[in-house]
């Protein structure tokens, strides 16, 4: 038995199924728990520090977010939490992107792409821009309507397609294995270890 986590709080829609297949894979309680969104990294670390006091009163809160261009999250905690981190706050985040995580389950996406996992980097964590490395990825995909929906379309501006969060939520709700993703990702090894410690009893 794991104690419950109280409340999750994350920077976007991908997080939301992350955060709760994460749970789901550790037997963590979450008591029906719907994550909140706070739509973007700026209103995530803007709200960051009444979750982190909430977290004294009301038990782990678990916070989920990305590490874009900053250099460190250490670096990033003690610029957002001037007053430092307090333990039950359980604030992870994904180097440098949340996909990733997702990259790292190179069995499972590779075959949700239908590619060969020969072309997945040895190293998600190590990826400048993950996002991009999953939609370059896709572009080689043998399925047309997933290559329509996560590669933007053609003198679009965009990352992704407009389908992209539909399609990435299908995977982590479906295929994604967090357990297993974790030995090709030591940031989210991290976060599952940090996780446990948090809910133990």
């Known amino acids: 038995m794991r104690r419950g986590i109280s409340l999750v709080v994350v920077e976007g829609l991908l997080e939301v199924s992350a955060s709760l297949k994460i749970m789901n894979a550790l037997q963590v309680p979450a008591g029906g728990i719907i994550p ?90 190590a990826e400048a821009d993950p996002k991009r490395t999953l939609v370059s990825l896709a572009r080689r995909s043998n399925r047309t309507s997933l290559r329509e929906d996560l590669v933007p379309e053609q003198g679009s501006k965009g990352v992704v397609g407009k389908g992209y969060i539909p399609r990435m939520t299908e995977f982590i709700e479906k295929k994604w294995r967090p357990l297993e993703a974790q030995h090709k990702s030591e940031s989210l090894r991290r976060a599952l270890a940090a996780i446990t410690r948090a809910t133990e009893l």
Request: glycine share 6%; aromatic share 10%; charged share 25%.
């Open 36 to 125: 909140i969104n706070t739509d973007g990294c700026h209103n995530f670390w803007r709200f960051a520090p009444k979750y982190n006091q909430a977290a004294a009163f009301i038990g782990p809160i678990l916070g989920l977010t990305d590490l874009d261009d900053h250099p460190c999250p250490g670096g990033l905690i003690a610029a957002k939490l001037k007053r430092g981190r307090h333990p039950d706050f359980i604030l992870r985040i994904a180097r440098r992107e949340l996909e990733s995580w997702l990259l790292a389950d190179t069995e499972a996406l590779s075959s949700y792409l239908r590619i060969s996992p020969a072309l997945f980097p040895t190293d998600p964590d």
